[in-house]
């Protein structure tokens, strides 16, 4: 059974920084695509980042340029570096692992609080 595990949420002036940590634990971390996801309150949760077995990346337009999405096999954890943050990036973040060849290995952390504010 896989589980993930989010830390690294707060509350930060715009413009600031936070690292979110996604810690998971299961079968080899490796194998899995890795992914930050995002829902603001009355919207649907969306894609912020993505990152495969083999380290490709993929952003949401809103935060390329601000957001870096990293993994450490060896710890098995990814991350999400977040920098230049706005009010808009308020939001619970959660952490995704999904197996990129059986669809039904699909697996969502609780979440962490992200709040943008002065």
């Known amino acids: 059974q896989v589980q993930l595990v989010e830390s690294g949420g707060g509350l930060v002036q715009p413009g600031g920084s936070l690292r979110l940590s996604c810690a998971y634990s299961?079968?080899?971390?490796?194998?899995?695509?890795m992914g930050w996801y995002r829902q603001a309150p009355g919207k649907q949760r969306e894609l912020v980042a993505l990152?495969?077995?083999?380290?490709?990346?993929n952003y949401a337009d809103s935060v390329k340029g601000r957001f870096t999405i990293s993994r450490d096999n060896a710890k098995n954890t990814v991350y999400l570096q977040m920098n230049s943050l706005k009010p808009e990036d308020t939001a619970v973040y959660y952490c995704?692992?999904?197996?990129?060849?059986?669809?039904?290995?699909?697996?969502w952390g609780q979440g962490t609080q992200v709040t943008v504010s002065s």
């Open positions: 299961g079968s080899i971390f490796s194998i899995w695509n």
């Open positions: 990152i495969t077995t083999g380290g490709g990346t």
């Open positions: 995704r692992a999904k197996h990129p060849m059986a669809t039904n290995l699909d697996y």
